[in-house]
């Protein structure tokens, strides 16, 4: 949800190009991680396990605060 962005759109295109660094065309500005204030609303892992003091549970019962080496992910794009 955008209303709990820090900056602003506008705000980061400025921050952005008041360096000398116009924009051109098909150039993409990413908004990160966008969460919102509960915690069914926390975007990423690191937010989800209160920076690994909290344990999440994985479907298959595990629990993690951070990946493991040979954990996989999937990600879709909307």
Known sequence: NFKYLYWSINQ?????TE???NMNVGDL?????IS???KSEYGSML?????GKDKIQLPNGEER???KNGDSLHMDGF
Do not use: I
Not at 12 to 16: D, I, R, S, Y
């Open 47 to 51: 937010e989800l396990t209160w920076g």
């Open 65 to 67: 605060v951070f990946l």
């Open 36 to 38: 919102g204030t509960e």
């Open 12 to 16: 980061q295109l400025t921050h952005h």
């Open 29 to 33: 500005l990413g908004s990160g991680t």
């Open 19 to 21: 360096t000398g660094c």
